[in-house]
């Protein structure tokens, strides 16, 4: 065999154990990569049979917690034996498209029932109810935000299930309403707290605003929707609710421009702040029409509640009336975010009253 023949040759045989080489070494990652597959499906199927609590024989979670994760339909017998029977010493609120009642379940757990009026249940027959509670179970847990844990629907029958709130009052009641004996609950709320329980309530709408990937709008901002647990601590409810439950009395804290949106939200929000520097009213618009003209040409002190003593540095409470003034006053292009109102509310600081 020539020397050119035994060159050629060699560099055949080279070329075939390189190939061999590269092959032999993509079958073993090939084999390696499906054994740590594996390998991670095993211990994902662990780690979800020790989460569920498949081993240790506790099948008796707590059904409040069950509900928040997924937020299940619960069959309508649970809720009636909870409530016994919907009856009145159960019931927390009473408005005009639907009842609030505390159950307690057979294990002891408290959430609270929102019972929407058959005659609303009855005009809107197309509202995929069970759809649109579940989104809202996304909002998920949020110290200023009553979460949703889970829904009942029958014939006739929707009912949103809640966390209860210990010690609730609504803002509404606390800005607006008296004890039995006739004393304004509105003298309880002095400056520091007003402002803490609007930076509290603009927290937990700005949770909802970013709570998904579009955000959920609530839709129906106002003081009656804001409660306030024993510690004065702003909690945002009845969110994005899949029945038009807030169209009355919605006038003062509509901005008029379209259909909800987060912006619409900003400016209803920039309404409750009025109320809370002012102690009026929001309906109808007049606290807007009145409050915001005399913010502007620097008059703060005489839109703030006179029911409460004046603080000795009045710049935060001028800083609450200029957001207030930005969420109302201007279109829903200009308006700033509740991430920037929650940033801003959060910063202010107050001194002891005189």
């Not at 080279?14 to 080489?21: E, F, K, R, Y």
């Not at 010493?89 to 379940?105: E, L, Q, R």
């Not at 019972?115 to 579940?134: C, E, Q």
């Not at 002012?278 to 040409?297: F, K, T």
Request: aromatic share 4%; hydrophobic share 40%.
């Amino acid at each position: 065999m020539s020397s050119s023949s035994r060159g050629r040759h060699s560099a055949s045989v080279a070329g075939d154990a390189l190939v061999a080489a590269i092959a032999l070494s993509l079958v073993a990652l090939a084999t390696a990569l499906l054994l740590l597959c594996r390998r991670m499906r095993r211990a994902d199927k662990e780690n979800s049979g020790n989460t569920s609590g498949g081993g240790d024989g506790n099948d008796d979670e707590s059904s409040v917690t069950a509900m928040l994760h997924a937020a299940q339909p619960r069959p309508l017998r649970d809720i009636e034996s909870a409530t016994a029977g919907f009856h009145r010493s159960h019931v927390i609120h009473d408005g005009p498209h639907a009842t609030v009642y505390k159950a307690v379940s057979a294990s002891g757990d408290v959430f609270a029932a929102k019972r929407v009026h058959p005659d609303v249940v009855l005009l809107n027959p197309g509202v995929a109810f069970g759809s649109a509670v579940k989104s809202l179970s996304f909002a998920g847990r949020h110290p200023n935000v009553v979460p949703v844990l889970g829904y009942s629907e029958a014939p006739g029958e929707r009912i949103i299930l809640t966390e209860y709130v210990a010690g609730v009052k609504t803002l509404d009641i606390c800005l607006h309403g008296s004890s039995p004996d006739g004393t304004p609950f509105a003298g309880l709320l002095r400056w520091q707290l007003r402002i803490r329980i609007a930076a509290g309530a603009a927290r937990g709408i700005a949770h909802l605003h970013g709570a998904t990937a579009l955000g959920i709008v609530h839709g129906g901002i106002k003081p009656a929707n804001i409660m306030l647990d024993a510690n004065f601590c702003a909690r945002v409810s009845d969110y994005a609710l899949p029945f038009p439950l807030q169209t009355n009395n919605r006038s003062g804290y509509d901005d008029g421009e379209g259909p909800p949106c987060k912006e619409s939200d900003v400016y209803a929000f920039g309404v409750v702040l009025l109320e809370l520097l002012s102690g009026r009213r929001g309906e109808e618009g007049a606290v807007v029409e009145w409050a915001v003209p005399m913010i502007r040409a620097g008059r703060v002190g005489e839109v703030a509640d006179r029911r409460v003593a004046a603080p000795r540095d009045m710049r935060p409470i001028e800083r609450m009336a200029k957001v207030a003034t930005a969420c109302v006053g201007n279109g829903r292009r200009c308006r700033p975010s509740m991430a920037q109102v929650a940033a801003i509310l959060g910063s202010l600081q107050l001194p002891p009253c005189i």
